[in-house]
């Protein structure tokens, strides 16, 4: 079975709803306008007792009309749209007067009927509200006198205002989900654009955006929502292609150097000394080859931020000394003088492993530039909020357009002036994407030619 459209789900819940709204109010109409007519028809059967009851007296268990002739030419002669009529019998039942009106009919006593209360009846083929009324002479009743009116004019318009709501009812609603079908279509424009938008957008074309409506309703939001994804997911595909377009670069520099440097050994026998020196070369090239791979994989494995963290109680202390260690053959090379200068012992939840790693990356960069014979000082200091931890060095700095920039991957600032200084550019990049992860707040200052202070704070 074929599902209707978004549209005609919106007109069809919504015309199911008025149905039963329009239903209740059509119920209520017709018991309204029921019940007025037995009102009135209540109303002037009572009147006609009151008045009946007037004109007659009870002499010697009979009931006699005070002025019969002139009573029979009233009723005679009058001439009603919904006469009343009136009957009088006695005790039995046994008619013993009755209006013109009736001309050969009269009305049917019902003895099992309540006494003054009205009810629904038949004269003959005729529908009729009648009312039995007992007459006494003392407490001994007497006889009846009974009064009723026709309801064949009532019936006619309760019938007629039945018939018309009958017809109404299916082509009010008719009515209604054309038009709540035109206004739901007009409502939910918005949703086609964002289907068409779709249906255009590649990962060759990331530029469309859906239109956004002039009201600032759920579609609205909608529609935002969306085209806000819709940007992140183009910046994230840029990244991703600059990224691509950069490592590949990287590969291939040391690369094709190594392969140069093979070629040209080969090219005609050489000394040894010669044959060590260019092996020497290309094992260099293969060791940062390897680095930049290592940082590479280390960028994929938390690019989407899943990796499972380890949360530990760890001694900062502790991670700046094993660092220290670890990195002494590259800090003795230069001389570098490694200053601490921590009061006492601190403790952080964090992950060892990527807190490492965050530390390396800085004590190497400062070591790399730091010319030699310089100091390199690590502090730590306490606050309500936070540990803040710093290392700073003398080196080159960075120079202050460049602090933008650090971060992106495969960046060096001033390169091109330092060839000596050797690195991928994905250091710092590294260090941003593990202090997000780890919540740690990250903050350089540096300045061109005075060293650069690296910040890193601890949230308690």
Known sequence: ???????????SNYIITTALLIFVVFFAIYSIV??????????????????HLKEIEVIENCVLLIEEEEWKSSQFNKVEVSPAFIQFVDELGSMVEKSPNLKQKKLTFKPDAPVNELFDTKLENISVR????????GTKIIGYLIVAMSLEDSVMVLNNLFTIMLI???LILLVLFLIARFIAGKSIKPISAIIETSNIITKD?????????????????LSQTINNLLDRVESAIEREKQFSSDASHEL???????????????????????????IEFCVNEVNRLNHLVDELLLLARFENQKQSLKIEKVSLNTVF???????????????????????????????AYLLGIIVNNILTNAVKYSNKGETITFDIIENDQQLICSVSDKGIGIAAEDLQKIFDQFYRSKSNEHPEIKGTGLGLSIV??????????LQIESKEGSGTKVILGFRK
Not at 39 to 49: D, G, L, S, W
Not at 322 to 349: G, P
């Open 321 to 351: 000394f094993d660092v220290i260690s670890r990195n002494a053959t590259l800090i003795s090379e230069k001389k570098i003088k490694c200053v601490s200068n921590f009061e006492q012992e601190y403790y952080v939840n964090t992950d």
């Open 1 to 11: 079975m074929q599902q209707l459209s978004f549209k005609n789900r919106i007109a």
């Open 252 to 278: 291939r520099t040391p690369l094709a150097v190594i392969k140069g440097t093979l070629e040209v050994l080969i090219r005609k026998p050489r000394n040894p000394e010669e044959y060590k020196e260019k």
């Open 205 to 221: 074309n990331l530029k469309s955006r859906i239109p956004l409506p002039q009201n600032k309703d759920e579609l609205y939001l």
């Open 130 to 137: 009648q009312i039995q009324v007992p007459l006494y002479q």
């Open 432 to 441: 941003k994407r593990l202090c997000t992860l780890l919540q740690i707040d």
């Open 168 to 170: 109404a009812y299916p």
């Open 34 to 51: 029921k019940f007025s007519i037995y009102i009135r028809v209540n109303t002037e059967i009572k009147t006609e007792v009151a008045k």
